[in-house]
């Protein structure tokens, strides 16, 4: 299990298989944080934005944007950040702007495996450092990465990196990185999943790599979009309510499978007749709110 409480961490990396509810559960997770007192920024690095429509603010397009106090959203393209890394590096624009556009440097960047996980986490970061340009010192980061199949390889890549690389400034930026997410009172994984069986069986890889790759399981695993649990004899009769029953049960029995994996804090968290919104965010960030620690003694 992890020491510090979920609420505490400065760097949260949300992953799941496609179409779970990362991005709803990111949000809400922000709500949760920025309510205890945290100034939190949800980073999402999939170019279609939804952090907006989720927090109710305007969309990022690339630069951060206040979604409420101490609640901020920025979607960030990673050839942007590497191109920024390339700036930092090489102090004449020109010079820099020639590196980032010439055919070899898109064709390394392309090429080289991990390269752009490791240039958006070193973007987060910064951010938590308070040394991203044109972005408030915030102390949490919570990364909605696209479905990348696993979110360990986005864990694991920051050490790849550095392996491959060896020096020069995305060499040492990859280290940073690997130090960073490899220590617990910083940095923790939050999976997420439906309770039906590939998302699960996803979920339990993700947990065994995890485990075999940074020796701890995820923080939180956040099983969404329960179904009600079937009330039995009191069910209505007819073709819908045998249809809840029927979710349900594929439900449990997949809750059961997270269950015996023990995975750490499992939450819960149901599926809302409501639409892609704040509203869905506000909902599910009250279900959130007793998984993750701290209260509100994050404030600082
Ligand atoms: N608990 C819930 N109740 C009702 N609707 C939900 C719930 N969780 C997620 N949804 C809806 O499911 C859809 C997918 O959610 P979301 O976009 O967060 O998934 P994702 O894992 O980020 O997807 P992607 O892999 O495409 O990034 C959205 O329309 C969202 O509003
Ligand atoms: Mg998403």
Known sequence: MSSAPLAAKSLLVVTGKGGVGKS???AALARVLADAGRRVLVLES???ESQHVLLGCEPSGGGVVTAAPG???QNVDPYAAIEERVRE???VAALSRRICRSEAFRTFVAGAPGLSDV?????ALRLVAGAAR?????DTVILDA????HGVSLLEAPALVADVVGGGPFGELARDVAEYVADEERAALVAVTTAEEMPVDELLELCAALRAGVGRPPALVAV???YPPWPGDDAPPGPHAELWRRRRAVNDRELARVRRARPGVIAELPLLALARGPALVAALAEALRPHAGGGREGRD
């Open 24 to 26: 709803v559960i990111a």
């Open 46 to 48: 999939d170019p279609r």
């Open 71 to 73: 609640l901020f959203v």
């Open 89 to 91: 590096q090489v102090k």
């Open 119 to 123: 240039a958006v986490l070193g973007h």
């Open 134 to 138: 044109g972005a408030p010192r915030v």
């Open 146 to 149: 696209p479905a990348t199949g």
């Open 224 to 226: 969404n979009a329960l």
